[in-house]
């Protein structure tokens, strides 16, 4: 019998490496519900959704709007049934560690998530891949996660059990250390056991999980979420003396000091989040906005008018540089009571960032990240 198991595994292990040089040159994928809090499904086949495409997805994505909750899954795959809302995931079939850290710097760039929920060591596992050191290699790209998104939440997964007696020690062994992992890398990485959520009689070939199994893990994912509110919020406020990236969640770009300059008068705009010195600001208890340490967030002028730019200039004091945070995520300038805005609700790179009459859209939404 196993034998028998280990032949169903090892079947299913080729299928789903061969699906994943598939999915690495797979088209980008379709963003169908931006809008909502940004959650990035992360992992190998068993988030891709091997033998049920969508996975645990489905499962999840029905809690989550059961639940009143506005989310969006993103990620450069793209799969799943036409019940499921939301087909973007970033589930690679066959990827080990090493091969979600080669790409993980690019993938929060492009996507800029609020959550991630990470599935990932199932590969170095069945490939026999330097298992000794495959908790270090966890610690890593947490580490990396950590270092480019300090305030992402991120959910680690203590991975599936397997039917193979000889992979599931392995996979117990792997899962024993995770605990301590996650414990040191700070209040925003949660350990989820996902392992005692299902049990063999839940694998549809040893490895991945049949329908039923990928239900309980999505349900076992919503309990987590649920756990920590904030993964399913944008934290709308800056937090004084912090130095963070902020960032519009409709475009998934951050507020940017145009080719990072530094010259009064630099035009504020938005691009890609990469954390560099010209989108690191730093809120102050007078209400500024700094950058560089000694140049704030300013209204051009102290202008009132729509469409007034949105700079940097030296720190001054006046009311051009003095902004209201509010919970609901927009900014108010003191001088004018009109909102940080980007220009006609662009979502492309460079667009500008100006002053226009508050009006709740997406366009005036920012969140720290």
């Known amino acids: 019998m196993r034998s028998i198991v280990r032949r169903l595994a090892a079947g299913a292990f080729g299928l789903a490496l061969a699906a994943g040089l598939t999915l690495a040159t797979a088209a980008p994928a379709q963003a169908e519900s931006n809008g909502g809090v940004k959650i990035m499904p992360l992992g190998d086949s068993i988030t891709d959704g091997y033998n049920v495409p969508g996975g645990y997805r489905i499962e999840l994505w029905?809690?989550?709007?059961?639940?009143?909750?506005?989310?969006?899954?993103?990620?450069?795959?793209?799969?799943?049934?036409?019940?499921?809302?939301?087909?973007?995931?970033?589930?690679?079939?066959?990827?080990?560690?090493d091969q979600i850290d080669a790409n993980i710097v690019g993938w929060l760039q492009a996507y800029a998530p609020r959550t991630i929920l990470l599935h990932i060591g199932t590969n170095d596992m069945n490939q026999n891949y330097d298992i000794a050191n495959a908790p270090a290699r966890l610690s890593a790209l947490i580490d990396k996660i950590r270092a480019n998104d300090p305030t992402v939440e991120l959910f680690v997964a203590q991975i599936t059990p397997e039917s193979d007696p000889t992979l599931e020690s392995r996979v117990q062994a792997y899962n024993a250390a995770i605990p301590g992992i996650v414990a040191q890398k700070g209040s925003h990485t949660h350990l989820v056991d996902m392992h005692s959520a299902l049990t063999t009689a839940d694998l549809a070939d040893g490895v991945h999980p049949n329908a039923g199994g990928y239900d309980k893990m999505g349900a076992r994912w919503f309990s987590a979420l649920q756990s920590v509110p904030a993964s399913l919020s944008y934290v709308g406020v800056p937090p004084v003396g912090a130095a963070v990236s902020v960032l519009n969640p409709q475009s998934g770009r951050c507020l940017d000091v145009t080719g990072a300059g530094t010259a009064a008068g630099t035009q504020i705009i938005i691009w890609d989040c990469h954390g560099s010195a010209n989108q690191t600001w730093?809120?102050?208890?007078?209400?500024?906005?700094?950058?560089?340490?000694?140049?704030?967030?300013?209204?051009?002028?102290?202008?009132?008018?729509?469409?007034?730019?949105?700079?940097?200039w030296d720190c001054n004091g006046t009311s051009a540089q003095r902004f209201t945070f509010n919970a609901d995520g927009s900014i108010v300038g003191a001088g004018s009571g009109k909102c940080v805005d980007v220009t006609s609700s662009g979502t492309a790179n460079a667009t500008l960032v100006q002053l226009y009459q508050c009006n709740g859209t997406g366009a005036q939404k920012w969140t720290t990240r």
């Open 62 to 97: 029905r809690r989550l709007a059961a639940g009143g909750y506005t989310t969006d899954f993103v990620g450069s795959g793209f799969n799943g049934p036409s019940n499921l809302g939301d087909h973007d995931h970033e589930g690679h079939s066959g990827w080990r560690i």
């Open 282 to 312: 730093t809120r102050t208890a007078a209400g500024e906005l700094r950058v560089y340490g000694n140049r704030c967030l300013d209204v051009n002028g102290n202008g009132t008018a729509n469409g007034t730019k949105i700079q940097i």
